[in-house]
T-cell receptor, first 114, second 108 residues
Framework: KAGVTQTPRYLIKTRGQQVTLSCSPI?????VSWYQQTPGQGLQFLFE???????NKGNFPGRFSGRQFSNSRSEMNVSTLELGDSALYLC?????????????FGSGTQLSVL | GQNIDQPTEMTATEGAIVQINCTYQ??????LFWYQQHAGEAPTFLSY????GLEEKGRFSSFLSRSKGYSYLLLKELQMKDSASYLC?????????FGDGTTLTVKP
């Protein structure tokens, strides 16, 4: 069974641009969540999608948005990039998003904003 | 991490035992996960505790006290490959909140 796949692996953008990151969950997993990881702030929850609906949301500005498609693949978009958005963006999937389900993480997209 | 505290760094010797502590806010708590993350890699699941007590899985054990908002991860017979970051995460209503992670360095 293939794991969680995130593309691209690395991205370099400049301030003010926008970016779209992609995540393909493990086959059969319907919940996809996104996290931002930085050395100073650890793993910060962005949002979680289940059956194409955003079910949970973290404390990030509206510049961060996402969506989920009918095949459970998910995309995350960041508009008007800021230097502080430089981070590793991790996507995680689970079967149905139940509380006791472990998360399976992708390798992440390393975003650098110059 | 939000309302989750764990030590930033720990160092231990190969073959020894190390305990990594994690404290968290108890309100709205459902369960406690531990993940391992090697540098440059994705976090991987280690353990999940929802009831008080100790869960043992080979060289790794995890303990939970719900009333105290406290958990620990115990690593026995340390190996060099155990050098990694260990993330404690609490779940609440389907959302996982992570601590900042404890970087463990295992020395020969």
């Amino acid at each position: 069974k293939a794991g969680v796949t995130q593309t691209p692996r690395y991205l370099i953008k400049t301030r003010g641009q926008q970016v779209t990151l992609s995540c393909s969950p493990i086959s059969g997993h319907r919940s996809v969540s996104w996290y931002q990881q930085t050395p100073g702030q650890g793993l910060q929850f962005l949002f979680e999608y289940f059956s194409e609906t955003q079910r949970n949301k973290g404390n990030f500005p509206g510049r961060f948005s996402g969506r989920q498609f009918s095949n459970s693949r998910s995309e995350m978009n960041v508009s008007t990039l800021e230097l502080g958005d430089s981070a590793l963006y991790l996507c995680a999937s689970s079967l149905g998003g139940q509380v006791n389900e472990k998360l399976f993480f992708g390798s992440g997209t390393q975003l650098s904003v110059l | 991490g939000q309302n989750i505290d764990q030590p930033t760094e720990m160092t231990a010797t190969e073959g020894a035992i190390v305990q990594i502590n994690c404290t968290y806010q108890t309100s709205g708590f459902n369960g406690l996960f531990w993940y391992q993350q090697h540098a440059g890699e994705a976090p991987t699941f280690l353990s999940y505790n929802v009831l008080d007590g100790l869960e043992e899985k080979g060289r790794f054990s995890s303990f939970l006290s719900r009333s105290k908002g406290y958990s620990y991860l115990l690593l026995k017979e340390l190996q060099m490959k155990d050098s990694a970051s260990y993330l404690c995460a609490r779940t609440n209503a389907g959302k996982s909140t992570f601590g900042d992670g404890t970087t463990l360095t295992v020395k020969p």
